[in-house]
C-alpha cells in the first residue's frame, strides 16, 4: 500500500505537542486505544485492554502495525522514512505519539469528494467545534 500524501508530524517530534507527548509516554496503551476509535471507530476501552494485554507478550507491535496502516489508509500517507514496521516495534510510543499528532492536525483539514457526473471536487468544511 503506497499513499500519495506526505505526513503532516515527523516521528520524532514527540515533544511538540506536551500534553500528546505525555499521555503516550505515561499511558502508551491508552493513546493507542484513542487512536484507534478515531481512525476507524473501534472501541477505544477494548483496544487499550488489546495493547496492554500484547504488551505482556512484547507483542504490542502487532496490533499497533495495523491501526497504523489503517491510517495510512485512511488519509492516504506514503509509508515514513524510518518504516510502519520497524516505527511500532522500536519506537512504540513516538509513532503513537506522532499518529495522535497527525489524526488532530488532520481533524481541521476540509474534505475533498469528488461526485460521480462532476468535473470539479466539492469542498466539504467540517463544523467548527467550540
Same mark, same amino acid.
Given at each position: 500500500?503506497?499513499?500519495?500524501?506526505?505526513?503532516?508530524?515527523?516521528?520524532?517530534?514527540?515533544? *511538540?505537542?506536551?500534553?500528546? %507527548? %505525555?499521555?503516550?509516554?505515561?499511558?502508551?496503551?491508552?493513546?493507542?486505544?484513542?487512536?484507534? =476509535? #478515531?481512525?476507524?471507530? #473501534?472501541?477505544?476501552?477494548?483496544?487499550? %485492554?488489546?495493547?496492554?494485554?500484547?504488551?505482556?507478550? &512484547?507483542?504490542?507491535?502487532?496490533?499497533? &502495525?495495523?491501526?497504523?496502516?489503517?491510517?495510512? #489508509? #485512511?488519509?492516504?500517507?506514503?509509508?515514513?522514512?524510518?518504516?510502519?514496521?520497524?516505527?511500532?516495534?522500536?519506537?512504540?510510543?513516538?509513532?503513537?505519539?506522532?499518529?495522535?499528532?497527525?489524526? *488532530?492536525?488532520?481533524?481541521?483539514?476540509?474534505?475533498? =469528494?469528488?461526485?460521480?457526473?462532476?468535473?470539479?471536487?466539492?469542498?466539504?468544511?467540517?463544523?467548527?467545534?467550540?
Amino acid at each position: 500500500m503506497e499513499g500519495t500524501n506526505d505526513w503532516n508530524e515527523k516521528i520524532f517530534d514527540c515533544c *511538540k505537542d506536551g500534553k500528546t %507527548c %505525555c499521555y503516550g509516554f505515561c499511558c502508551t496503551p491508552c493513546l493507542f486505544g484513542s487512536n484507534a =476509535a #478515531k481512525i476507524d471507530g #473501534k472501541n477505544c476501552f477494548l483496544m487499550c %485492554c488489546l495493547y496492554g494485554l500484547a504488551t505482556n507478550f &512484547y507483542l504490542c507491535c502487532i496490533p499497533h &502495525y495495523f491501526e497504523r496502516q489503517n491510517l495510512r #489508509k #485512511k488519509y492516504s500517507l506514503k509509508e515514513d522514512s524510518c518504516g510502519d514496521l520497524p516505527a511500532t516495534i522500536c519506537c512504540s510510543p513516538c509513532a503513537l505519539c506522532q499518529e495522535a499528532r497527525e489524526l *488532530k492536525s488532520r481533524e481541521n483539514e476540509p474534505s475533498v =469528494a469528488v461526485k460521480s457526473g462532476q468535473d470539479a471536487p466539492v469542498v466539504i468544511q467540517q463544523p467548527a467545534r467550540t
